[in-house]
């Protein structure tokens, strides 16, 4: 069993900052690559930033130069610093994490968090 704990959502003036935070706990043998996504309303879930067990680093086009994804892995945790918010980055902030759950590269499976409500106002 997988748990991912997520914080740090909240309202904010546009231009103003937040930092997402997202906690991984349980039977996890090793982290493949930890992801945050988001949905709007009346929207799909779109992909945000993702960071893979390298440290490497992507992003969507509409986040690119004000998103930063990072991670600490002494406390498996991942986090999204969100600078320069827009209107338009008002959404639910879910976490996804992709793991082995053993030693064999074929074992890997994914977990959700339950979602942070980011409302940046205008």
């Known amino acids: 069993q997988v748990q991912l704990v997520e914080s740090g959502g909240g309202l904010v003036q546009a231009g103003e900052s937040l930092r997402l935070s997202c906690a991984a706990s349980?039977?996890?043998?090793?982290?493949?690559?930890m992801a945050w996504y988001r949905q709007a309303p009346g929207k799909q879930r779109e992909s945000v930033a993702t960071?893979?067990?390298?440290?490497?680093?992507s992003y969507a086009d509409s986040v690119k130069g004000r998103f930063t994804i990072s991670r600490d892995n002494a406390k498996n945790t991942v986090y999204l610093q969100m600078n320069s918010l827009k209107p338009e980055d008002t959404a639910v902030y879910y976490c996804?994490?992709?793991?082995?759950?053993?030693?064999?590269?074929?074992?890997?499976?994914?977990?959700w968090g339950q979602g942070t409500l980011v409302t940046v106002s205008s």
């Open positions: 349980g039977s996890i043998f090793r982290i493949v690559a």
């Open positions: 996804n994490l992709v793991f082995q759950y053993d030693s064999s590269w074929a074992h890997t499976s994914d977990a």
């Open positions: 960071i893979t067990s390298g440290g490497s680093t």
